[in-house]
């Protein structure tokens, strides 16, 4: 990644487009996730890369950043804060906690959920209670807010699903009830587990069998597997909650393929696998290092290449025979970003190779 940063551009790395609508330093699609990934995998980043972020970051617009992990401030918060600049995510956090938007949207990768889990992290950080407090708002929230459908089971609503009842880690309820178990790890107040832990069952529910002995969560178009929209994301909540049963063994079903379309962490082979990574850790289910042995083939056999091996590829900035790349959303380019390009795919197969919690979930 670091052969094609370029000091001049607005991304400084090459990103999925979903960038230039968005904003150029957010974890998702900009160069904030990517940057995370390097210091995960190598501790150290060029300081040049460094100083560009940073004065990105003090100069945000305010109006145009939302709040949420994936595409705003609480995931430039994560990043800060595995580059160290501490008094910087604390400032930061705090325009975070007062964004006028931050109650428009209840979910983990765009809205309160997310930024309550990042008021999590830095309370674990600083021990400063006004990070808890504000967390425990956001919890308020969310339960007076909660839906309930004619089957009684729990859901939130937002802007953008209008009538759907959206599924999985970033949308769903599956990522609300992931930032209520990581509160409750904190304040032990057995109401706010039991909330989250209806939420997670009620989503599993939700689930559809494709056929005996495997189920799947169906958007009425296909069945999704992935970690932001489908079965990876659910499962990853479930397993810390630590369901088993069998629709949870149905569901783990639809995770056993070698191959995937797309190579990436929110919809690709990399958000699977790093869901069977916590199946092994979490459960010690040793049945499942063969499915990722076998995944981890498929991803470099199918997806990851050497972008001088293109023969229309002709950026100057390739002068490594030993450069990997991967294909972004669509397979339409090269991308080095978290969501859909080689930063997630670095992160999750260094975390396989040191056998490592999830740092992102707060594990």
């Known amino acids: 990644m670091c052969d094609v940063a370029d000091l001049s551009t607005q991304t400084l790395f090459p990103c999925d487009p979903i960038v230039y609508s968005t904003n150029e330093i957010s974890f998702g699609f900009g160069a904030g996730g990517i940057l995370y990934s390097i210091s995960k995998y190598k501790n150290d980043i060029p300081k040049r890369f460094k100083n560009w972020f940073l004065n990105k970051v003090k100069n945000i617009d305010f109006e145009l950043f939302p709040p949420g992990f994936l595409t705003g401030l609480s995931g430039i918060v994560f990043v800060l804060l595995e580059l160290g600049e501490i008094e910087l995510a604390n400032w930061l956090m705090e325009r975070c906690n007062k964004h006028q938007m931050l109650y428009e949207d209840y979910s983990l990768y765009y809205g309160a959920s997310g930024v309550g889990l990042t008021n999590l992290k830095m309370y674990r950080l600083t021990k400063e209670e006004k990070y808890l407090s504000e967390a425990l708002k956001i919890y308020k929230w969310l339960v007076k807010n909660a839906k309930h459908d004619k089957f009684g089971r729990i859901f939130w609503e937002n802007g953008f699903s209008k009538k759907t009842t959206f599924y999985g880690l970033g949308y769903g309820a599956a990522g609300v009830s992931l930032f209520l178990l990581k509160l409750y790890e904190v304040v032990k107040n057995p109401n706010i587990k039991k909330i989250g832990e209806k939420a997670i069952n009620d989503e599993i529910l939700r689930s559809s069998v494709v056929f005996k002995g495997l189920r799947s969560f169906y958007n009425g178009k296909n069945y999704e597997p992935y970690l932001e929209v489908g079965t990876s994301g659910v499962l990853k909540v479930a397993l810390r909650y630590n369901i088993k049963n069998k629709i949870f063994e149905e569901l783990l079903n639809d995770l056993r393929r070698k191959y995937f379309v797309l190579s990436g962490y929110l919809f690709g082979i990399t958000g699977i696998i790093d869901t069977l990574i916590d199946t092994v850790i979490y459960y010690e289910r040793k049945d499942i290092l063969k499915v990722l042995e076998q995944q981890i083939e498929g991803l470099i056999n199918m997806h990851i290449f050497n ?18 790349a991967v294909l972004g959303e669509g397979g339409i380019r090269i991308t080095c970003d978290f969501g859909t390009g080689i930063a997630g795919v670095l992160r999750t197969l260094n975390r396989l190779l040191k056998n490592a919690q999830d740092e992102l979930l707060l594990d």
């Open 307 to 324: 972008p001088k091996s293109v023969c229309s590829f002709k950026d100057e900035r390739i002068k490594q025979e030993k450069v990997l």
